[in-house]
């Protein structure tokens, strides 16, 4: 079975901003959006059912270590993945656990 991939409001917020600084990151979050369809659990478990995804953007051509971070949160028993937040790494360079469990909070209500 397929998971349902849906982006929160600040991750909607923070990727337009980002989609206008690095054109090809559109094309790349819906390829990533298909790929986490279908493997959930990609990237780093950071705990809390949350992963962290290091993404290559080529309009910045710096690759996976200095491109973006997605933050996802998987709800395996409703078969959803949550787009929490992406941030470019030269910009933050890690989320703390605080953070982590406000943006949680924000999809669990």
């Known amino acids: 079975m397929s998971y349902s991939v849906i982006p929160a409001p600040l991750f909607q917020k923070?990727?337009?901003?980002?989609?206008k600084k690095y054109p090809?990151?559109?094309?790349?979050?819906?390829?990533l959006g298909k790929k986490l369809s279908h493997s959930p659990l990609?990237?780093?478990?950071?705990?809390?059912?949350?992963?962290?995804?290091?993404?290559?953007?080529?309009s910045k051509g710096k690759g996976k270590?200095?491109?973006?971070?997605?933050?996802?949160?998987?709800i395996t028993e409703e078969f959803e993945v949550y787009?929490?937040?992406?941030?470019?790494?030269?910009?933050i360079e890690t989320l703390d656990d605080k953070m982590?469990?406000?943006?949680?909070?924000q999809i669990k209500g």
């Open 14 to 19: 923070q990727a337009k901003r980002l989609t």
């Open 24 to 31: 090809s990151l559109k094309e790349e979050l819906d390829e």
């Open 42 to 58: 990609e990237g780093i478990k950071l705990g809390h059912n949350t992963y962290k995804i290091r993404l290559a953007v080529r």
């Open 65 to 74: 270590s200095g491109g973006m971070r997605i933050i996802t949160y998987v």
């Open 83 to 91: 787009l929490l937040t992406i941030y470019d790494k030269s910009e």
């Open 100 to 105: 982590l469990k406000y943006l949680v909070s």
